[in-house]
């Protein structure tokens, strides 16, 4: 006996402490139990002042009128079903949720019920908060969605006006270049080799503006057929071999299996390789070394760039391939001279192939870049 006095103690002292509202009625709405938190909130009310006395009388009409708690209470005592919850709001902004359950003294009578209330102000509070903030962020997002079309617009707009000046400025040069225009002197052929050098840079940084939007607007066109990804990594590497030459860098090809042809671009394909390369013999020192490996593999033609140049740092390695990224130190599209557009446009088109690209790397030690082509499209 004394240890279920002991157990009844304790389920009173827990009730006590919890921090929620607790109130029992009787089926004649009475009030017959109140707990301590209750009084707290309650300071006028005295426990002789509330046990016995109706429900109407202990919570404010306000209340009442505004939840229609009575007649849920009626209702849980007709049913037997427990009121999952209501909020409720109380003059000066507190905020509160209750729930009513009924209470059996046999497996079919109900003799009363226990509401529940818990002051969730703060959380209201928290949750209005949470839903500004989230109108905001939403408004903020669609503001940069806006100006990144108007930025992506531009970049389509400026890239087809510039073609045409470029073209017919480049036609001239090679008039120059031919004899076309007359003699040219020693220093006068240097200098138009020097102009036409840069306009083909201007061509290749226009390209990549181009095929960046036409990426975005998923006008970049893809014509496969059967190619074999070993013969254009051999055409790339020997386009690239007077440009490593000038560093007496060692470039290599391995084939590791009988290639299978995949169905892809044999162009577009090419220019992944001459982005990824360029950037190899780029950022990899004076006598460095290029490695590229193609796999068969059973799903896909895997290929690995390898060098041991200046290396991608962990935080930049899934950012290299956003447009315009300019990562940070010695990244390779901060000092690349072609906008940071190259690996963004070796991504797209790898992707469009079913492909994958991603790079391994540590800074000082070099890199690995890799793509995948699928044998089955």
């Not at 209201?124 to 930025?151: C, G, P, Q």
């Not at 470029?166 to 001239?172: D, E, G, H, L, Q």
Request: proline letters at 3%; a negative charge; charged letters at 30%.
């Amino acid at each position: 006996m004394k240890g279920i006095e002991s157990v009844r103690g304790y389920q009173e002292e827990i009730i006590e402490a919890i921090p929620s509202t607790i109130i029992v009625v009787n089926r004649s709405l009475e009030v017959l139990y109140a707990n301590r938190n209750y009084y707290a909130k309650s300071v006028a009310k005295r426990e002789r002042d509330v046990l016995g006395e109706r429900l109407s009388r202990v919570i404010p009409p306000m209340l009442i009128e505004k939840t229609g708690i009575i007649d849920k209470i009626r209702e849980v005592f007709l049913t037997g079903v427990p009121f999952d919850g209501d909020q409720i709001r109380y003059p000066g902004g507190m905020f509160y949720f209750y729930k009513i359950y009924p209470l059996k003294e046999d497996e079919e009578f109900i003799s009363k019920v226990v509401i529940f209330m818990e002051n969730i102000t703060e959380l209201t509070r928290l949750e209005e908060e949470l839903r500004e903030s989230y109108v905001k962020l939403e408004n903020a997002f669609a503001e940069l969605k806006e100006n990144d079309e108007i930025k992506s617009e531009f970049i389509s707009t400026a890239s087809h006006e510039l073609r045409t000046p470029i073209t017919v400025i480049n036609s001239y040069v090679e008039m120059f270049e031919g004899g076309m225009l007359g003699e040219l002197s020693g220093i006068q052929r240097e200098k138009v080799a020097i102009i036409s050098s840069q306009i083909e840079h201007m061509i290749r940084l226009v390209e990549d503006m181009l095929d960046v939007s036409r990426l975005e607007s998923k006008a970049l066109k893809i014509n496969k057929y059967l190619i074999q990804v070993d013969d254009i990594a051999r055409k790339v590497l020997d386009d690239l071999s007077r440009l490593a030459g000038l560093k007496e860098q060692s470039v290599s090809l391995t084939i590791e299996g009988e290639l299978t042809p995949v169905q892809g671009d044999d162009r577009r394909i090419k220019q992944v390789f001459n982005n990824l390369l360029t950037n190899a013999i780029k950022y990899t020192p004076k006598k460095g070394k290029i490695e590229v490996i193609i796999t068969d593999e059973p799903e896909d033609i895997c290929v690995s760039i390898i060098d041991n140049g200046i290396g991608v740092a962990k935080k930049d390695q899934q950012r290299i391939f956003e447009k315009f990224y300019t990562g940070s130190g010695s990244s390779l599209t901060r000092e690349s001279g072609r906008m940071g557009l190259g690996l963004a446009i070796a991504k797209g088109i790898i992707e469009a192939h079913e492909g994958r690209i991603w790079v391994a790397s540590e800074v000082g030690m070099g890199s690995t870049f890799i793509f995948t082509l699928p044998k089955k499209v």
